[in-house]
């Protein structure tokens, strides 16, 4: 067995320092979860590249995309002993005003591994019990899944999930996707599951190849088809399917100002822009074609732990797979994963694995 351990952030750019540590005691609503699998998300990077700050200060261990087993559990927390979970990305407190009118996403006292607290690149990592979503480990095994490929749920699927609940995705609409990899190619399942017509764009074919296969029912390459040819032909798929010519809902994943130029260029009447990539880059648009458009523009941070469940279910249904889009990686190859995702080298989600 291994000692407890885990991989801190010191300074931006630095590389990850590895430090083995005693898991302190779960405190009061607290457990602490053996980690199975850790996502390395877009997020991560920002902290560590690109200076975007944490609100916890340095060091500390980033990641918040995690799934594991419960190990030890605080006072009311012990009906958790023993689970397998998925620990969501941000963790309302559950008792503050905007929590109890379901805005838990922007709860002031929100709890975010790997941002507020430490996070999952680490053998355990201690949570708020409230965040935990159980997994039925006996559905796991009919459909040939791991728990540690269930770390996406906490984020690349839960986010796009609750952008499309938000946004009204619903059977018959016509559903844009900008960015396909990572949290786009979840979208674009996850709009095909709620019965959207869904296209799907992006830069790299490999990426439109794959997730033709998996719920996009036309892609373009914005590289060949940009602005208004890439609306006129989305137009012209739309008559051919019978899906509709307003009310487009199109989700910005790809978080680059490319993506977000093109996909604010797709505004037709109703339309609504799901903004759920993040890049730090500024875009020039006219803001006025939101009100020209009666169209609307909704941001989009983290998930509620209460829409969990059903994001799960769509897994374990087999309505989203997770593992044509994931891959393995050790814990303890961290800095060379990091550094093989910041050069666009992976062409799926690094999922960190630590040895137990
Ligand atoms: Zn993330
Ligand atoms: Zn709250």
Not at 19 to 27: I, L, N, R
Not at 141 to 152: I, K
Not at 279 to 285: L, S
Request: some cysteine.
């Amino acid at each position: 067995m291994t000692a407890a351990h885990r991989w801190m952030m010191t300074a931006v750019g630095a590389p990850l320092t590895r430090a083995e540590f005693q898991p302190d005691p779960p405190g009061p609503g607290e457990v602490s979860v053996e980690v199975a699998g850790c996502g390395v998300c877009h997020t991560d990077l920002g902290f560590l590249y690109d200076g975007v700050r944490t609100k916890h200060e340095l060091p500390l261990t980033l990641g918040h995309e995690i799934s594991g087993r419960v190990v030890a559990t605080g006072a009311g927390a012990e009906d958790w002993a023993n689970t397998a979970v998925i620990v969501s990305a941000v963790i309302p407190c559950g008792e503050c005003d905007l929590c109890r009118r379901g805005r838990g996403t922007i709860c002031r006292a929100q709890k975010m591994p790997g941002n507020d607290i430490h996070g999952g690149f680490a053998s355990h990592v201690v949570v708020p019990a409230r965040g935990l979503c159980a997994v039925d480990e006996a559905r796991l095994g009919e459909r040939g899944v791991q728990l540690a490929d269930l770390c996406v749920v906490a984020d690349a699927v839960t986010t796009p999930y609750q952008a499309a609940v938000q946004a009204g995705v619903r059977p018959g609409s016509l559903a844009v996707v900008i960015g396909a990899g990572g949290i786009g190619g979840y979208a674009v399942q996850i709009a095909n599951a709620m019965g959207a017509g869904v296209i799907a764009v992006d830069v790299d074919d490999a990426k439109l190849q794959a997730i033709s296969e998996h719920g996009a029912g036309i892609t373009f390459n914005a590289r060949e088809v940009d602005g208004r040819e890439l609306k006129k032909a989305i137009a012209a798929f739309a008559k051919e399917q019978a899906l509709p010519a307003t009310e487009w809902v199109i989700f910005e994943c790809s978080g680059t100002a490319a993506g977000q130029q093109t996909a604010y260029g797709l505004l037709v009447p109703g339309a609504t822009l799901s903004v759920v990539g993040f890049t730090m880059d500024k875009v020039e648009i006219r803001l006025s074609n939101l009100m020209a458009f009666h169209a609307r523009a909704l941001g989009n941070w983290g998930c509620p732990p209460a829409l969990y469940p059903e994001a799960l279910e769509l897994v374990l249904d087999n309505k989203i797979q997770v593992l044509p889009f994931v891959e393995h990686h050790g814990l303890d190859d961290i800095n060379e994963v990091f550094a093989a995702v910041h050069a666009h080298e992976l062409k799926r989600r690094a999922i960190l694995v630590p040895a137990h």
